[in-house]
């Protein structure tokens, strides 16, 4: 059973950084698509990150220049290096994992991916 625990998380004044860990057993961050998704109070859960295929990444426009996605294949661990945070990057952040992911599917839709993990809190003061 994939299992995902996400780390890293805490609160930040605006302008800060943050880097959020997801560590994984029973799947491989570098051999399927990885991706982070956030969820603000009241929001939808929206994709934030992704890296698939061979090392392909996509951001949200809203993160892009400013998160960036990564992984360790040795320690199986994947990365998200969150700097120049905004209070509107307050949320829950989820790690997932998919099995795979079709030639056309979006990488940031979360109805591609099965596999989550509980989530890590990002506050962010102004």
């Known amino acids: 059973q994939v299992r995902l625990v996400e780390s890293g998380g805490g609160s930040v004044q605006a302008g800060g950084s943050l880097r959020l860990s997801c560590e994984a057993s029973s799947t491989s961050v570098s051999m399927n698509p990885m991706a982070w998704f956030r969820q603000a109070p009241g929001k939808e859960r929206e994709g934030v990150a992704s890296?698939?295929?061979?090392?392909?990444?996509a951001y949200a426009d809203s993160v892009k220049g400013r998160f960036t996605i990564s992984h360790d294949t040795a320690k199986n661990t994947l990365y998200l290096q969150m700097n120049s945070l905004k209070p509107e990057d307050i949320g829950m952040y989820y790690c997932?994992?998919?099995?795979?992911?079709?030639?056309?599917?979006?990488?940031?839709?979360?109805?591609?991916?099965?596999?989550w993990g509980q989530g890590t809190q990002v506050t962010v003061s102004s």
């Open positions: 997932a994992a998919a099995g795979w992911l079709g030639d056309w599917a979006n990488p940031l839709d979360a109805r591609n991916y099965q596999s």
């Open positions: 890296i698939y295929g061979a090392r392909r990444t």
